[in-house]
């Protein structure tokens, strides 16, 4: 007999064997080779994450201009910065303000924008949040340790189709005349998702 | 397809469990599994629409059971056997069985990982000029498609308002099921909290969903 530990160790090994039995497969009949899926994964590891979207954040943050050209154009003002990974057509960035909260959730699998935020988290693609986000924002957002004022509109963002949405959370106070590389470590993930704030001055990170 | 995919709304799976300084792979089959999926749809195996369909066709129970990885792999092996590129005993074996059937856009290989970094392009040229302009009242059709839809269950039958034209798109129900790209307009609809959850709903809940004209009517 095998115990509960076994049993789980034994499932592991079988889904990582099944993997190994495609990739062969995949492999003899010529599709792919694994160099390239090495590759894939080596990209996804170094290229995208999080730190693209906030340096978008903090340049909207210092850069009227740009604040305005990302919010009518998001694809193509974060096109134009170069220096971040490259993005396909359909991003749109949301502003958040005193009066608005924005909140994005993809209720039919897991859409999420992965040039500026890297791959999405298990949360985000699990049944809770997937489930919930449309209906009970604040509720999800108490998961989170988040409240918000009781007047403030919540606006969430279904992502039912190749759109992705970017959110631009309000800068935090006592940042004034920071550099933008200084409030780029302000922003987290999870305040570019709705489901959180950019840090505060002088809050641990 | 009505599906247990379609969660938006559904009460029962707990709080939201955030993971602290969560890895990008909790396994390493998982990005394995990843750069399958993103390989093979480069090649042109199949479209992004289709391998979301393979997804949520899983059967409801070992959808809801398994991680997302899982589903990922799930859905490709019965992708590739479906359209042929793999044979059913092929993975059971973990060898080549039958010959190959030639990909469209040829095997992947490592000068093609660039390009799969950058997403694909949605946009198409419209033929027809949209029907529904920013301010417009619509209502979600009542339909309900046993094949791929991106028109939530949540919303149909309920009044919004459109905010925002996207552009002429890729019709997911079409591609889906290698019927074509049929490209439809894209608006974004926003719905008040009490039009979808009744007058219990937060008050200062609004919520939108991207919505291609087909999916739409005059309300």
Redesign the interface.
Known sequence: MTDHHDHDHSE?SE??L?????????T??????P???????Q???T??GPHNGARVVAKAWTDPDFKRALLEDASKAVGQLGHV??????L?AVENAPHRHNLVVC????CYP??ML??P???Y??????????????G?LA??GITLP???????????????FLVLPMRPKGTEGWSEAQLAELVTR?SMIG?GFPRTPGAPS | MNGVHDMGGMDGFGKVEPEPNEPMFHERWEGRVLAMVRALGAAGAFNIDTSRFYREALPPDVYLSSSYYKKWLLGLEDMLIAKGFIAPDEVAKGHALTPAKPLKRGKFTVQDVERIMVRGQFGRDAKAAPKFKSGDRVRAKNIHPTTHTRLPRYVRGHVGVIERNNGCHVFPDSAANEAGENPQWLYTVVFDGKELWGNDADPTLKTSIDAFEPYLEKA
């Open positions: 592991l889904i990582e099944r993997v190994r039995a495609l990739e062969t497969v995949l003899e009949k010529g599709y792919v080779e160099a390239a899926l090495d590759a894939i994964i990209a996804y590891e290229k995208i990974s490259r993005v396909g057509d359909h749109i209720t039919l699998c897991s992965w040039e890297g791959l988290p298990v949360w693609k699990a049944a809770p949040y997937r489930s919930r986000a449309v209906k009970d924002p604040r999800v998961d989170f009781k007047d403030i509109e919540i606006r969430v963002w279904d992502s039912t189709a190749e759109t992705r999870d489901t």
